[in-house]
């Protein structure tokens, strides 16, 4: 696995190198294009002088009054030229010497940039001009060695590549610097995971994770709340189940001592034995530690599964059970605490109703889900006093039980509520159980 600080390491140096590149292509065509500017500017005054130079003799023909130019032009190879043309008629300079330019015709007005190989290889500059003189078109195009221009830019071009290359290597050791300090809180929360798996702490600290993982992080820790809350339950309902066994153990635990019994001593002996260690085997039946299983839930199909197992385990009753629920997309909650919560309502609606059962799910601002059955319920007195409210974390309602002890543990876990009354539709008891429609999965 690419480790995450090395990628945009890697993606930053390959950005600022190219950044730097492009930044030296940019100057040295910037700087290029001001010095052929410059040159360009200077052959222009120069091709105004050589036009005024020129001069019409008795036959017509053209000619050039050397005392009017630069004394450049009459240097072989200096670097400065000219060639001049007008009809038939072509004049170059002497620093030419025998070498002809390329020159194309050009009407009056016109001008034109060219780029030539000149005397002794050297790169010209070249700027024609078409003028109407004399009663005539004339062509004059002035040349320059751009060579010398060019060598006094490379010194700079060399400075500015030395300074360019020391403030990369400076950006990449700062960015490494930064991204290292930019990781720290990645790596406390490394440290945060070995302490988390060595047990030392519970949960993780959320002041320190950036906002890009605090989302990550709150979902760790809800998930550690979650498994938190599904180890506690087995005791719970381990509890439960011993103050619900409690009247009937201690009832076993007189018999010994019943005169009946105290003559069978081979009856009395092992009844002594075993009801004195019920408590112990009891709790060690309850105290696996489970195997969480934390999931997105498609509720209509787990609970239609759900409703045919309890239809064949109360098939003597021949239970005609009512499922009603909107159609929605999967429901995003956990799987197991859905499923026990659905359950040990259900399982309590089928123990006691006479032929019917109704499961009603609505979804709106909440998650309401109602399990209501045609039994005999409970009287209105145990409805006050047994309130979901009031009642105690290990506490049943009347004959039903450790269920709604267990569904008011989940319930409560997911910030929702228990609510009891009479079913209107089918006259038994009716739970209704609200659980905030948004959850943390």
């Known amino acids: 696995m690419k480790s995450l600080q090395q990628r945009l390491g890697v993606a930053l140096l390959i950005s600022l190198t190219a950044t730097f590149t492009a930044l030296w292509w940019l100057t040295d065509g910037t700087l290029q294009d001001i010095a052929e500017k410059h040159v360009a500017s200077r052959l222009a005054q120069e091709a105004e002088n050589v036009l005024a130079a020129t001069r019409i003799d008795k036959t ?35 620093s030419l010497w025998d ?47 751009l060579s010398p221009t060019l060598a006094f830019i490379d010194p700079f071009q060399l400075r500015f590549l030395i300074i360019a290359v020391t403030l990369l290597l400076l950006l990449i050791v700062m960015q490494t610097l930064i991204i290292g300090t930019v990781f720290q809180p990645l790596n406390s929360m490394r440290r945060q995971l070995s302490a988390l798996k060595q047990g030392t702490i519970t949960r993780l600290d959320t002041t320190e994770a950036p906002k890009e993982v605090s989302a990550l992080v709150d979902e760790i820790n809800w998930l550690l709340q979650a498994l938190e809350q599904r180890v506690q339950r087995p005791q719970n309902a381990l509890d439960d189940l011993a103050q ?27 009844l002594a034995e075993e009801t004195a260690g019920s408590g112990c085997s009891l709790g060690s039946s309850f105290l696996e530690d489970p195997e969480p299983s934390l999931m997105k839930l498609d509720i209509e199909q787990e609970i239609l599964t759900l409703i045919n197992a309890l239809q064949s385990m109360y098939r003597d009753k021949n239970l005609d059970i009512i499922f009603i629920m909107p159609r929605t997309d999967v429901l995003l909650i956990d799987s197991e605490d859905m499923l026990e919560l659905s359950s040990s309502l259900l399982k309590n609606a089928c123990k006691w109703a006479q032929s019917r059962v109704k499961l009603s799910l609505e979804i709106d601002e909440a998650i309401y889900l109602r399990i209501e059955d045609d039994g ?36 409560k876990h997911h910030g929702g509520e228990l609510k009891f009354h009479r079913s209107r539709d089918l006259g038994g008891f009716c739970v209704e159980v609200v659980l905030p429609l948004t959850e943390p999965l």
């Open 376 to 411: 005999p319920g409970i009287s209105d007195t145990d409805m006050l006093e047994h309130t979901p409210a009031n009642m105690l974390p290990h506490q049943g309602l009347g004959d039903y039980g450790i269920g709604l002890s267990t569904a008011q543990s989940i319930a």
């Open 244 to 270: 619900a066994l409690k009247p009937s153990l201690e009832e076993l635990s007189q018999l010994p001592d019943e005169e009946p019994l105290q003559t069978e001593p081979e009856i009395s002996q092992p």
């Open 99 to 145: 070498m002809d330019l390329s020159i194309p015709n050009l009407a009056a007005g016109e001008k034109r940039r060219l780029y030539l190989s000149g005397p002794q290889q050297q790169s010209l500059l070249v700027m024609a001009y078409g003028y109407d003189r004399h009663d005539r078109t004339i062509v004059v195009a002035v040349a320059e060695d």
């Open 60 to 94: 017509k023909k053209i000619g050039l009054d050397k005392e009017q130019i630069n004394p450049a032009y009459q240097q072989p190879f200096s670097g400065q030229y000219y060639q001049l043309y007008s009809d038939n008629e072509v004049m170059r300079s002497r």
